[in-house]
């Protein structure tokens, strides 16, 4: 054997050692729990065949408690580049077959290095999720790795796409990386991230709790809105990944690349889906599909929230951001949760340049004294200064309702939108018909022999003289009042027309939105 | 924030409830006098920090049953589209309910057989209050 075989033979025993993690038993445990090891999560979640990793031969440097007889694979982490859709990404994997997928200082090193390449190339970043916490063992180095991985989020933040996938425990500071980045991808019974665990919550305030429900992958799409897609399983959450992915640009300075131009499905019609009638609750979201082509819409945060809908589509093959109050959940009404999840879409698309198209139909800001006590002021105020901060092209429809403050913050004219286009069925007003009647005509309602009918009367005169569209088109608050069979063609000539937008923002270091 | 006092935990004078012990070395102490006030025993030194208004009132967290279908909004209801023990399947109109100016569509949350409509045609509703029951299945 030359001497060349014999080195290459030594590299192959040493990759294939290392290569095997926690060992055949660690991974047949992690199998029999419903989870794919680190490898082969970033196998199926890249292109075939494009995965090179890096920093294979770390070793730990705990030289405590008796860490120093232990042999830690890659330190419990695999990190590498690779492509999805055949665009490069930069993506770890905690593997928790090795100590539990314990964070150590050299685990973490692992991760800000692959963080570094991702900012320095202008890639984006996947992380994979999957372990126990900090090693205990490793002590204040472990919490110094942690904030090292947390400023490198931030900093990364609004220049890269970030993404974060919990395919496992993700549990006490670990949660906050995913909770800095722009996605989080869940999976059913495999994901669980908490602060504090039921353990602790029981003995401390005596609350029973199992862990799903206090943290599960449910939880947080229905309840906290911490995660932004659900899926049942491994495979069907890197489905999702390929997919967000298609949508968005490697990073702030490009465009993301375009799809195929195409036609909505004729099944989508635009007209049949609103009802005139105001109170008659319908799926936004089948608007959405017959504006985009192939009617494929790909919704964020499908599960929380539901009163507003957010995601991305395509038109002509440009990628657009989709803001829409949903008026089959909670009467398409504005809330704290609605204006929190709105604004931070805002704020993703503006950094991404990614165009916004808002559809309004909302009666206005849900009232009650616990939307009041839980601070709808300070939330409902992220909507304001996220759309009146965004300069991507922003253009509105306005469908049927538009009451209030609600109108003001949907990306109205005063807002800097772009483009407001108005349908006939459009009712834009201070507040409904109802309630403005009752104020305007008191006197006339109080003194009237049947105050009933007086009332009846009034609410049908302020509706026919308020509640339609022309009287904010005469005022030029809206640009076009369209018939809603053509709303796709006004979208896509505004696009157009917005391509070289320029709308420059006062000088500052940053602004204080209300976090 | 939390004061640390340097002291050992001597007898207390104070009668206090504990109010848990997530591991050996920590104890949580709720003076009896004040309940404005926590004192953490760890590692025989004690903190005291004060309570804020928000935790005081908290309402200690319960299992959501689903089988109750709640209001998810102030309103009132319009029209109700089931009876006592009528099967139904996911997704079937209960009823309308209405609320911020629209007929919102409250829908069957599964397959099942309603045990009870509790809410009544006009009745106008909190959030959260109970519109209908659903029958639990016969274990098998």
């Not at chain 1, 900090?134 to 991985?149: F, H, K, M, T, W």
Request: a positive charge; one cysteine or more; hydrophobic letters at 40%.
């Amino acid at each position: 054997m030359s001497l060349l075989s014999k080195k290459i033979s030594e590299l192959q025993e040493r990759t294939q050692h290392a290569q095997q993690g926690g060992g055949d038993k660690a991974i047949a445990k992690q199998i029999a729990m419903g989870k794919l090891p680190a490898r082969e999560r970033i196998r199926k979640l890249l292109d075939e065949g494009t995965f090179y990793e890096y920093d294979l031969f770390i070793q730990h440097d705990a030289r405590e408690f008796g860490m120093e007889k232990k042999d830690l694979a890659g330190d419990g982490v695999v990190i590498g580049t690779g492509k999805i859709n055949g665009q490069p990404v930069a993506v770890y994997a905690q593997d928790f077959t090795v100590a539990g997928g314990s964070l150590g200082s050299m685990h973490a090193r692992k991760i800000t290095k692959i963080m570094d390449y991702a900012l320095r190339m202008r890639i984006p970043l996947i992380g994979i999720n999957d372990s126990g916490g900090a090693r205990i063992q490793e002590g204040v180095n472990s919490l110094a790795g942690y904030g090292e991985i947390f400023f490198r989020n931030t900093l990364n933040s609004g220049v890269i796409p970030q993404i974060s996938v919990i395919l496992g425990p993700c549990a006490g500071g670990a949660v906050y990386s995913p909770a800095l980045t722009d996605y989080v991808f869940v999976v059913d019974k495999i994901s669980k991230m908490f602060i504090t665990g039921p353990e602790v919550i029981k003995s401390v305030l005596g609350e029973e709790i199992d862990m799903e429900s206090l943290g599960g992958a449910r939880v947080h799409c229905e309840t906290t809105g911490n995660a932004h897609f659900f899926a049942e399983s491994e495979d069907e959450c890197f489905a999702q990944i390929k997919k967000l992915l298609s949508y968005l640009p490697a990073n702030n300075q490009t465009k993301a690349v375009p799809g195929k131009p195409a036609l909505p499905l004729k099944k989508y019609n635009i007209v049949k889906t609103v009802p005139a009638d105001p109170t008659e609750p319908y799926d936004v979201r089948n608007v959405i599909r017959a504006l985009v082509d192939n009617s494929d819409f790909f919704e964020v945060q499908e599960m929380w929230a539901k009163n507003i809908v957010i995601g991305y589509g395509r038109i002509e093959g440009r990628t657009v951001g989709f803001i829409a109050n949903q008026p089959l959940y909670l009467a398409g009404v504005l809330d704290c949760d609605s204006s929190d999840k709105a604004a931070r879409f805002i704020r993703y698309c503006d950094a991404f340049n990614i165009p916004i198209v808002t559809l309004e139909d909302m009666p206005g800001y849900l009232p009650g004294v616990d939307q009041e006590h839980a601070g709808v002021i300070r939330h409902g105020a992220k909507l304001l200064y996220a759309y009146s901060e965004a300069t991507v092209p922003k253009i509105t429809v306005i469908l049927r309702k538009a009451y209030g403050g609600g109108y003001i913050a949907m990306n109205s004219r005063h807002l800097r939108a772009d483009f407001v286009f108005a349908w006939p069925t459009a009712e834009i007003a201070v507040m409904g018909p109802q309630g403005a009647a009752n104020i305007i005509f008191r006197k006339e309602i109080m003194e009237a022999e049947d105050p009933e009918a007086m009332r009846k009367k009034k609410v049908e005169e302020y509706k026919e003289k308020f509640a339609n569209p022309y009287v904010a088109a005469s005022k030029g608050y809206i640009d076009s009042v369209i018939n809603p069979a053509d709303t796709r063609q006004f979208i896509l000539q505004s696009l157009d027309i917005s391509q070289q937008k320029n709308s420059g923002m006062p000088k500052k270091k940053h602004g204080i939105p209300p976090f | 924030m939390a004061e640390k006092t340097t002291n050992p935990v001597q007898q207390n004078p104070e009668e206090l409830t504990t109010l848990g012990q997530p591991n050996d070395s920590t104890e949580f102490l709720l003076p009896a006098t004040s309940k404005k006030k926590l004192r953490i025993a760890e590692e025989g030194h004690e903190y005291k920090t004060y309570l804020t208004k928000k935790f005081l009132e908290r309402k200690p967290w319960k299992a959501p049953d689903p089988f109750q279908v709640l209001s998810h909004i102030p309103g009132s209801v319009i029209e109700i589209f089931v009876k006592n023990g009528q099967k139904v399947k996911k997704g079937d109109k209960l009823m309308i309910y209405e609320a911020m100016k629209m007929m919102n569509i409250v829908s069957a949350p599964m397959d099942g057989t309603i045990k009870e409509v509790n809410a009544k045609v006009g009745e106008t509703l909190p959030k959260g209050a109970l519109l209908v029951t659903f029958r639990k299945p016969a274990k098998k």
